[in-house]
């Protein structure tokens, strides 16, 4: 029903910064949280940031103040700048959103993910 594509992914040195975005398409009806999550290697998924409809954020303690999330609700689309990146940022980051679809039912949905590398 509904599909995220993640873009902005790539390799960056200490001190650099990356800025990533998500398009949702489908069968939407309302997107409601849009968020960001990673997965470092060897470590279980965790939350990075979300946003909702309203503009609230919450933000892990460990990006507080390195990283904003941002959302443009007239293109469903999720950003996430992250600046003053750090070797222990580096992951699969993966999108997430959740809302109504047309058919009027609740959905989650999360993204393919895309890589994030902080090193030397």
């Known amino acids: 029903q509904v599909q995220l594509v993640e873009s902005g992914g790539n390799l960056v040195q200490p001190g650099g910064s990356l800025r990533l975005s998500c398009v949702a398409s489908g069968s939407i009806l309302t997107l409601d949280v849009m968020g960001w999550y990673r997965q470092a290697p060897g470590k279980q998924r965790e939350l990075v940031a979300t946003?909702?409809?309203?503009?609230?954020?919450e933000y892990a303690d460990s990006v507080m103040g390195r990283f904003t999330i941002s959302r443009d609700n007239t293109k469903n689309t999720v950003f996430l700048q992250m600046n003053s990146l750090k070797p222990e940022d580096t992951g699969v980051y993966y999108c997430y959103v959740n809302g109504f679809a047309r058919n009027l039912q609740q959905y989650d949905a999360w993204g393919q993910g895309t890589q994030v590398t902080v090193s030397s």
């Open positions: 946003i909702s409809r309203s503009g609230s954020t």
